[in-house]
């Protein structure tokens, strides 16, 4: 059996909500799951970089969320950052996964005031790099699914094998099963029904491992 690494944000995230990688698991496959909730693409990568240096596996899937996302590792000076935070009000691993809405006054003066987003990019494509590099020394097939819609303005992007034009929420918002969402807290993660609808796709187009096992789940 495969042995899969998966990391995203929670559009994956198999702790509490029914999502496609927690029904890959039902089924039974060999997945380690390093995603979490709201987490940006620093935690996402540095996980997937840091587990391969270590660790042996066959596949790994990188599920790249939004731009503009911030993890703040928490300490007993900042805890009152996250714990009046009407949305984010939550650790993840030691660290706040703040996002990047505007509801928080301190979110919004970093993106307002230090928020540098070519800099982001670079440093995301930069380890995507690394990682393409470390998975191919390696013999790991990765797959890069971009989450979002995401905007590259940085021309070596081009270098990382991925198809940039696809992304799980236009996918997502295409379909029938958009009209299911829902937006409780601003919400963003797909539901049930498209989870297994995805589930189905992801395997099929990229693990490229039986299906069968999945057919006891119907969409």
Known sequence: M?????????????GIKPTWVKILKICGYDITDVS??????????????EKILVNKYDQIVCQL??????????????????????LRNFTHNGYWPSSHSQDH???K????YLYSPL????DLIFKLMLMQNLCKEKNIKLHIIQGYN?????????????????NIY???????????????NQNSVPCRSFQIHLAKFIAKNYLKIVKNKLEKFHE
Do not use: R
């Open 36 to 49: 979490g909730p709201a987490i940006s693409n620093q935690l996402i990568t540095n996980q997937i970089i």
């Open 119 to 122: 800099l982001e990019q670079q």
């Open 65 to 86: 969320t939004s731009f503009g996302k911030l993890d703040v590792q928490c300490n007993l000076k900042n805890k009152w950052l996250y714990k009046n935070d009407s």
């Open 170 to 184: 236009s996918m997502y918002k295409e379909s029938a099963y958009w009209s299911n969402h829902d937006f409780t």
């Open 150 to 166: 995401l905007e590259w303005k940085y021309h070596y992007i081009d270098m990382i094998n991925f198809d940039k034009n696809f």
């Open 2 to 14: 495969s042995k899969i690494l998966i990391s995203g944000c929670g559009i994956s995230f198999s």
């Open 105 to 107: 006054f301190i979110k």
């Open 109 to 112: 003066n970093y993106h307002d």
